[in-house]
């Protein structure tokens, strides 16, 4: 009696730290409704899964919720922070309250985007045609930084111009719409992003410097990434890509969003380019 007790105790203990170990083994990530960001992180997803055994769980939220989820530990990674320009206001405000694992893109611009066919160069034209835009700069979602840079830049140029708080899909359509009837429009932009793959665009110039020099995206984790998850945190630190690359994956995501899902989508692009990914996996 005492055998099959000594058996059922020890059965119990070690499920019980199987389950302690599969909680252990869940990866928080946490995303915005941008486009370079869905695609990271459902590439991530997918090589944490199937490559490096952990179950992952993404959540969606606007960049302050996101900054503040990291912060308190709520999310473990972030893969699409902007720095230092579109998500300064977050690096400030979270100081010291996230790890910071380094860029996976370089030379990210941000500013003001208009159809090649516009005939205007830089920001301070956009009042004299201020009619022919409606008097409207389409933007996105009102948590980004993107859309604080421009309410700046409307007071620096003093434009007769108001900003739409809309989201990045809903932009990407306002876009389409204009070009297809030929209409002047002006957008928040930044690369990388699908739509300079679908349209002809240009930037305005920007001769104040509003939007600064371009950003490069990074990873960020909670405080807690290193000790938790080192593993993953050296993942994240490894993944890194060319503008062609994150091009491509963008353009995969653009091609079949309306007939596969975000996971799909992301394990499709990964069967085809392990020669990328591969790279990032921890030794």
Known sequence: MKKVLALVVGLTLVVSLAACDTEQETIQLDY??????????????AILEDEMGYNVEST?????????SIAQGDADFFVDAWF?????????????????????????????????????????ELNDHADEFDGEIIGIDPGAGIMSATEDAIEEYDLDFELQ??????????????????????????????????????????????????????????LDAYEEHPEVV?????????????ADLMGHFQEHGDDMTDQEIARDWKADNEDIWTAWLPE
């Open 32 to 45: 915005v409704n941008w486009a370079e960001g869905i695609a990271m992180n459902y590439l991530a997803e």
């Open 60 to 68: 969606e939220g606007d960049p302050g919720v996101v900054f503040t």
């Open 84 to 124: 230092p320009v579109t998500h300064a206001q977050y690096m400030d405000e979270y100081e010291g309250e996230y790890e910071d694992l380094g860029y996976n893109f370089t030379e990210a611009p941000i500013g003001l985007v208009v159809p090649d066919y516009v005939d205007i160069d830089s920001i301070d």
């Open 165 to 222: 708080d809309l989201s990045d899909p809903v932009m990407v359509g306002e876009l389409g719409t204009a070009i297809e009837n030929e209409e002047w429009i002006v957008v928040t932009g930044w690369e990388p992003h699908y739509k300079f793959a679908d349209y002809d665009l240009k930037f305005l110039d920007d001769p104040e410097g509003v939007y600064g020099e371009p950003d490069n995206i990074h990873t960020i984790s909670s």
């Open 234 to 246: 050296e993942f994240f630190e490894n993944m890194y890509f060319e503008s062609e690359e994150l």
